[in-house]
Structure formats: structure tokens, C-alpha cells
């Protein structure tokens, strides 16, 4: 069954449809909520459920002719954003980045060689990050992030340049101290 | 320097090697996710049930009055507000409202037309400030009044994804529809994309219409703006705002209230 199809399926209410389409859409979308939301588990997990739910309940309202993919990614972007507002006094910078080096202790390998890479992509501010994890995990053009952001493509354009900029002289940085 | 290409695959290496651990919940979150839907469709028939068994005043009244015949309920209505305004001219407004409100029940049903399925609901008679009344659909909406203007939101608050949804109605004690209009629609050429240009209407009111739409998207804002003659040397401002998705559905409603919106003599003594 392709996309369109599945979407007509769920909206005559079937919800076999449904799960597949969470089995499509799921990976990703988590990953995106994960580092959106700092790797907090708890807010991750709701802002995806959420959004699942959000979606059935709202699946009437989305439009056919229009892709279906930076609808959804609108929805859970704003659940992140809601769920994080309504925690807003929680995470601040320095509690990531000292989360991260105590994570370090404890995680596999695997992770030392991103790890301040990771640290460096969520320093960067919260309106230069949503775009670039949308560009780079989803592998958004930038058009349809300013559809997702609701913001204007040159908006969007220059807080991409921004942010890639802060990781590329990160990185730089960091090759030219090994 | 870094090769540029190396840069976006570093990025993307980063994010991927960090969410890898997160995809482990999916079963998990799919139970949370069955469970509520589950419990919504429950809840939702359980109170379906309730309202049929027990004695819901408003359910009840709803299905026999309707079958009965709306059009003889909605023309009498409307025959009773007419007479009404040309034989109590001398009353105050409060009592002017109030004698209406004794002629026939605060309660009517209408059917609506609304995303292409009719629907049926009750509207109640809304005892504005300003000097009109108006039919609100209180199911989904409610009449608040702020810095002194009247506003009709939606009874349970919009998720802060969708823009603004309302319906606002201000009088101008000194102002004429015509130059009134003008002013809004250079106002609303400075924050919406499209204005259309003011256009003379006779529904759902007759004055004159300003119309704005800001972009093309399911959420672009989108604003009708009425002005009517408060038939004295005034104008009524009614803006209406909602989003291009919502066209038929706050928007079909905003209209059918606005129908039967009236202008009564609220300061004749």
C-alpha cells in the first residue's frame, strides 16, 4: 500500500492502516523528537505518542493533494515544543552538556568519537537546531521546513547556514587539536 | 579545512548515533497510543450512552423538536424578532432583550451545513453589550468579554498549533462602515499576504466585507471583517478569524451565527 493509500485507509477508520504508518513513520520521528528534546526518554515518548494521536484524531483535516510527511513532522515539532514549554524551566545547557560527560562513563564506545559533535549540535539555539536536525536526520529540503516552521525559506536558510557554520568551525576546531 | 560534504555527513553521523538507543520503545509507546485511542472511543460511546438513557434536557429536546419541523421553528423565530424590534422601540435595550427572551426560548435548533455534512446544533440567544443580539452555537463556542469586546471562542481552548479562531464584535459610536472599511484594509495590508478589495455584501449581513488570507497553507490565517451600520451614526465591526483549514468548519459556523446577528435599539429610551 503506498502513502496515499494508507492515509485514505485511516481516514475510512482502519486501524491496521494506522499501525502501519506508525511502523513507517515511527524510526524517525523519535529520533527527531530525541534530539529535539535533549534525550530527555520521558518527554521523548509523549511528544511521539502525541503526535500519533494527534494525528488520527486530526487525519479528516490533512489535506490529500498535499505531502503528508512535513504535515506530520509540523505536528510532533509542535508537541516537542509544547512539551518542552510546559517543562521549560527543566534542561539549560549546562545540564546537557554535564549529562552528556556522565553518559560518556556509561555508554558504549561507539558513541566517544560524535560525542562532542552531539554536545555542539545541542548547544546550538533551539530556532538554528530544529532546522538543522530536520534538514539532516529527515533530509528536508529547505522549502519544506519553512512549511513545518511556519517561517519564511529565507528565514530558514539563513538559521540553516548558521548552525552548519557553528558545527563546521566545531569541527574544524576540534580536527585542528588532534 | 573540512570538505564541506564531510561537514553534513558528521551531522547526520552524530544525531543518527545518538537516537539509536530511543527506536527501542516503539512497541511500548504503540500500547500507549492503542490504550488512549481505545479509551476515547470509550469514553466518547459511554457518554453517548448516558445522554440517551438519563434525562439530558438538551439531547432530549433536540431530536423531536428537529424532525418536527425546523422551517416552521426558524420562520416563527424570525417573525417574532422583527416584530419585536418595530413594537418596543421605546424600550430599553436591557428590556428590549429581555422581552425578546420572553417571546420565545433563549434555545433554537438550525442545521448547518457545515464540511458538507449537516449538522445539528443549538444556539442560544446572547445578550450582546453593544446593542445587537446574536444566536451562539454553545456547544462549541462561548461569548467572552474582554477590555470591553465581545468575543465568541471556542468553548474549549485550540491547541496553540492552530491560529487564532474567534469572532469579535466592537462598535464604533462615530464612525460610517465605508470609512471604517478603508482603515482596515490598510491595516490588513500590512500583516496579511492577500487583502481583497471591500466588497458590498447582503450576506450573512448586509455592510460591507474586508477579507484577508495570509498564505496558502492548512494554517494560514485567514480574517472576514463586516461593518454594518449600527443604524445610527456608528458602525458594528464584526472580525471574524480562523484558518484556511478551518474554512468550512469555524468558518461555515462564524457565518451562520453571524446570520442571524440583528442591531437593536439599546439606547432608546
Redesign the interface.
Known sequence: MNEADLINQIKNGNNNAF?EL?DLY??YA??V???VMH?N?TY??DA??ET???V??NIH???AE?PFKP?FY??LI?ECN?ILKRNSKVISVGEIIERRRSDLEFENH??VE?ED??TA?QGLEQHNRIP??LK??IGFKEQEIA?IL?KNVNTIKSRLFKG?QK??RF??AK?EAN | ??EEK???Q??????????DT??N??E???K??ET??AL?KENSNTKTEENNMNDQPRMNRKTPKLRKGKGWLTGTIAAVVLLGIFTTATDTGQAFVNNIKEYFAPQKQVVEEIEGMPEETEVSLQEGKAGYIIYIDEERYKLVEEDGIDQIVTKEPL???YPEVSMTITQVADKAPAELAEEIYTKLKKSYETVKEITAVKDPVEGLLVSAIDGN???SPVTNVYLLSNEKEGSFIIQQKYFL?AAEGHGARFHHMLKEFKVVEADEE
Open positions: 499501525r506508525y515511527f524510526d523519535i529520533r523528537a530525541t534530539v534525550n526518554a521523548v515518548a511521539v505518542q500519533f494521536i494527534r488520527y484524531q483535516l490533512y489535506q498535499r504535515w509540523q505536528i509542535n509544547r561507539r558513541f560524535y559533535l552531539y549540535i538543522i536536525i539532516y536526520l512549511e511556519s552548519r558545527l563546521k569541527l574544524e580536527e | 579545512m573540512m564531510n561537514v553534513d558528521e551531522i547526520k553521523a552524530s544525531m543518527l548515533k545518538h537516537t530511543s527506536i520503545n516503539k511500548e509507546i504503540w500507549q497510543i488512549k485511542l476515547h491547541d496553540e498549533r497553507q492548512w494554517n483549514e
